[in-house]
């Protein structure tokens, strides 16, 4: 890519009411930067709730929604039999997803996630 990405990762609040201060604080915090930015983490909340729409309504592309809008594809929680998808790579790049897959194992509570996506020229 050759210039500099922010790369933050985070994890949001258990707490529904708590959450879209946690995505400002982010946002606020990135604002600085002026760079583009990846964010990762457990958000603690399925799509389009208060961070997904914080983040995508300032930018960001959830990587695994740009490549499949299968909401049965991404499931992260539980590790052992996940039923929901609660932890995202939102990009502040415009490329597109190449691939993305959430890996079968239980070396933690959640699976992860995984993506490849090609960097601007």
Same mark, same amino acid.
């Given at each position: 890519?050759?210039?500099?990405?922010?790369?933050?990762?985070?994890?949001?609040?258990?707490?529904?009411?708590?959450?879209? !201060? /946690?995505?400002?604080?982010? @946002? +606020?915090?990135?604002? =600085?930067?002026?760079?583009?930015? *990846?964010?990762?983490?457990?958000?603690?909340?399925?799509?389009?709730?208060?961070?997904?729409?914080?983040?995508?309504?300032?930018?960001?592309?959830?990587?695994?929604?740009?490549?499949? !809008? /299968?909401?049965?594809?991404? @499931? +992260?929680?539980?590790? =052992?039999?996940?039923?929901?998808? *609660?932890?995202?790579?939102?990009?502040?790049?415009?490329?597109?997803?190449?691939?993305?897959?959430?890996?079968?194992?239980?070396?933690?509570?959640?699976?992860?996630?995984?993506?490849?996506?090609?960097?601007?020229?």
């Amino acid at each position: 890519y050759g210039k500099p990405v922010t790369f933050v990762a985070m994890h949001a609040s258990l707490h529904a009411e708590e959450r879209p !201060g /946690n995505a400002q604080a982010v @946002l +606020t915090a990135l604002g =600085s930067a002026r760079r583009p930015a *990846i964010v990762v983490g457990d958000m603690n909340e399925t799509p389009g709730n208060a961070i997904g729409a914080a983040f995508t309504g300032a930018g960001f592309i959830d990587a695994h929604a740009q490549k499949t !809008g /299968n909401p049965l594809e991404g @499931l +992260t929680s539980p590790a =052992s039999f996940p039923i929901k998808r *609660i932890d995202f790579v939102y990009k502040e790049l415009p490329s597109a997803t190449r691939y993305s897959w959430v890996p079968s194992t239980t070396a933690s509570d959640h699976r992860p996630v995984m993506v490849t996506f090609d960097t601007p020229r």
